[in-house]
């Protein structure tokens, strides 16, 4: 069993940063792969970037390549997404899961089986 908590959501004004991070608890939380999810209001959830379990690979959508970065600390069992030059359009609830699949998969919510409660970001003047 995997427990996931976000943190560090908030209120941004267009071109701001936020960090998200992501506390994965229980036997599996090193050897899955993570990833950030986000849905915005009447939209359905997407995925934003994800990190394999070494964090030896990474995919991001094409709308925050070169903005967002993942990474993961295996020492502290946590995943940060670093959020830079923020949008209105990026605007939602945050969510990360796991996988604990062997294989890296595509970074869809339907490949992920663990989630956790999610954490409101806005980005807003």
């Known amino acids: 069993q995997l427990r996931l908590v976000e943190s560090g959501g908030g209120l941004v004004q267009p071109g701001g940063s936020l960090r998200l991070s992501c506390a994965a608890s229980?036997?599996?939380?090193?050897?899955?792969?993570i990833g950030w999810f986000r849905q915005a209001p009447g939209k359905e959830r997407e995925g934003v970037s994800c990190i394999s379990s070494s964090g030896g690979n990474t995919n991001y959508a094409d709308s925050v390549k070169g903005r967002f970065t993942i990474s993961r600390d295996n020492a502290k069992n946590t995943v940060y997404l670093q959020m830079n030059s923020l949008k209105s359009e990026d605007t939602g609830v945050y969510y990360c899961?796991?996988?604990?699949?062997?294989?890296?998969?595509?970074?869809?919510?339907?490949?992920?089986?663990?989630w956790g409660r999610g954490t409101q970001v806005t980005v807003s003047s």
């Open positions: 899961a796991a996988d604990t699949a062997l294989v890296f998969k595509q970074c869809v919510p339907q490949e992920y089986d663990y």
């Open positions: 229980g036997l599996s939380a090193r050897r899955s792969a």
